[in-house]
């Protein structure tokens, strides 16, 4: 038997027209290599989900075939779809030491237990099935990021990983550029690499820069600190830490992940922070504003975080007041404009100096902009480019950058979630699809929640709900209690009783008409009603809500 | 009788601590003027709201001491109120020709016929009672905007309208500094200026810049060429135009405001169009595509825009294709990052050429910039400071500005809406307040949506509803049909037999036992329905929808 050409293929199934949910197959013949399991955050169009994970219909049919998961770094956008992953399909898991920690954390909230976990480091080789990989470190917004160089019987694909340039981490820890150099000369088949920051010019500042940024805040405030910051950005951790130290104050922690971190990070020695810097919340009030320091959640002006609950005089141990300086030392992640935009006027209202990333420089990307991702193509020199983890504008402008620098646009593949690309000896195409998309986590429910229940929470969002209910007797037709109406979020009950009058009456009238011609299918009387309804309401008020007839036989 | 000192007073009802539904009122004794009448378009969380009015209870009470409305500039945020308004208030319209004529299409929109418009002039005085109004060309992002210099007995108030500095603006007509600096020289009681871009330093780009990008486009572009911009943004569109001539190109003109306002521009001369640059959209099919220019609304992203259909190939005449040029000539209105950003990425994904406000000069602001708002302020050298139109972030940064150019801060003051600022001869206080907030329009409904509607419709929209119907026997208490349960928007109900089932099932239980127990308090009855079902169902799916028992007697 002729031993068949084996071909290698690349599948993203998350990440790819979309920031968050990044998760991708690299595969060999029978033999996947997954790369991340991340999930994301709602869009505000998907009403009452809590996360989104992405559809891994493909690798639960192909469960068996799966060697590794190995995760670049712990951000959420990376790790948060494991307990879901690996509740389901139980394979090792690859990490660096932080990385492995904080997954740690996330499958003993699931009660996942019985998984393997691999640590590993930067630098190291190992190999799974027919794929050798490397890891590389690289600087990101959170330590102990790496990039992986795949090395498959097709040839090297490069994972770029999250990355930025930064040339003075706080840690030191530069990004590999050496090794990614050392790769170019080996004929690279792939490089695959973070779009996020494909549309910002230049280079993005070193995390240093924020350093003395606050420091400069700091020395200028008369009164108590407050800094928000990402409660899994470590480097902004340590320098607000530093920061504090040199201006001789004390540090207080606020928020549940913010306290869980910085305890896992300085365990695995990724935190450096001195005795006797750190006070409990209930002994702040022996300590004079002056000399304190609160670091807390709450950047994304989330509703329950610490820091809107201080603005909104909500927090037990800290109110906002005159005199206050509050710095919140991060982005507006796309999507929640308009919540920090509301803490931050809020924080103005009570009197707060307020510094953010618009006005001033307490915040820099941890992604490589525009010159470090030409960079990035110049050195790994690959034949292939594929744009991972953005929107669909950030991958077309990752696409134009690398066309820019040489590479033929045949050459280029702007990926959807889902696409596979194949490989073999002689080139590469895009070929059929495999099942991707989101899956809804709202509540314990995961993916039981779809395009029905979300289109009716849509409708019932916008004009609430309007009920009839009547109760008939089944031989006669007659009515013999009801019709009752009750609505929700469509008027102000109390001062419509006329509108449910009269409808009651529209409704009244068309059952003793249909009585009288014996109409007897319910489901046409249901529907009778709710057309009638519609109309009369649309009508009288120019809203559409929900029309939810209820008709009892008794 | 010894009479009575009268007092100036300033009563901001709208655009304090948000950015729109701007609307002032200054009175002095009995005497009323009200600057501005504007709607706000609703935030994401004021579910199914078409439009937001200020709450004009203050005014609506002093009905008979207004002496007329006075219109800065015909933006919605500043006339969008009026038909509202002037259906309950019948006084007098002052504005700029072009400013009635956009105000004209609105009120004839909702019938409102019997108003007195009196069309005003840049550098024309009218008196009002005891006010002497002077109307001050300034430049903005629309024509024929004014400033107003009220002389009132009590010292000279001055209102900045929307402006900026633009020295070269597309209709030569520069903001009018040079009477701003001679008002400066009599002893300025108060300064009222527009806050909006108080965070943006420097100078706002003048608007000409924006034509020059756009050529620079247009050059480049071998295909068709989409334009989306605001629609009463007329110097960007006479710009369009400007520069699909230079370009030998014909112009489609798509979107109902679209076509609207040009018209109306046009028959004002405020907007010149060569004869025969216009083709029907009809027409479009014997054009070449690189002979046309598609003028089009939909640049904030809404779903139902001209550009929109476009990308989603919904459009009758227009579909995005590989080729298309399309460029977005607007700023995203806080809010509406989202929608713009879901469009963006709609239009590379149909493979079009896509051209932004954050990757290309293609938009400039309307509003003054830092360094802009410090020359105002300069040249004004009022006494007294207000910062009128903007998020209180805003405002505190135009407090801080005014403070750095010398004015003490004791004399500026940060209002909110409703909040009485009061002059006598010896100086100003703030004094009480004044009924001021949003009034909500729903279809037909004005102000009959409040917080208790908003808030059904908030739960409804994160777990829908969960209806509980029983009839029972009202002597006996027994069941004599159901208990049936229906639900929208909770889970999706063809696979959720079992939970239903089972739902069932425990209400039964409750009211068998409460039949033998002759509870036959109904509200009692079905507030344990309620309890029960919500206790059940939280455990079950960790969701909270909305539960209605309904219980009908027979």
Known sequence: MAKKKLKLRIIPLGGLGE???????IEYGRDIVVIDAGLMFPEEEMLGIDLVLPDFTYLRKNKDRILAVVITHGHEDHTGALPYFLKEINVPVYGTKLTLGLIKVKLKEHH????????????????????????IQVAHSIPDGVGIIIRTPLGIVVHSGDFKLDQTPVDGRVTDFREFAAIGEDKVLA?????????????????????????????????RIIVASFASHIHRIQQIIDVTCNNDRKMVICGRS???????????????IPDGLLVNVRGIESLPLPKLVVLSTGSQGEPLSAL???AS???????????????????????????????????????ANVFYESISGVHVSGHAAREELKLMINLVRPRYFIPIHGEYRHLEHHADLAEELGIPRKNIFVLENGDIIEFNK????????VTAGTIFVDGLGVGDIGDVVLRDRHQLSRDGIFIVVVTIDQHSGDVIAGPDIISRGFVYMKEAGELMDEAKEKVREYLQESAKEHVTDWSVLRNHVRDVMSKFLYEKTKRRPMIMPIIMEV
């Open 313 to 351: 005089h909500d927090h037990r141990w800290i109110q906002i007041q005159p005199g206050d300086t509050v710095i919140i030392s991060a982005a507006a992640v796309p999507g929640n404009e308009t919540a920090v935009n509301r803490t931050i006027n809020q924080l103005f209202r009570r009197g």
């Open 191 to 223: 490089l695959l690499s973070d779009s996020t920051n494909a549309e910002t010019p230049g280079f993005t500042l070193p995390e240093k820069s924020v350093g003395d940024k606050l420091d400069e805040i700091f020395k200028k405030a008369k009164g």
């Open 19 to 25: 920031v968050g949910k990044n998760m991708l197959v």
């Open 308 to 310: 809107s609950k201080m």
């Open 258 to 272: 913010m306290v869980e971190n910085v305890e896992i990070a300085r365990d695995f020695g990724r935190l450096h």
């Open 426 to 433: 002689t080139g590469a195409r895009v070929k059929n699809r």
């Open 112 to 135: 996942v237990k019985w998984i393997k976990l691999r640590e590993i480091k930067a630098g190291q080789e190992v190999s799974l099935g027919p794929f050798d990989l490397k890891f």
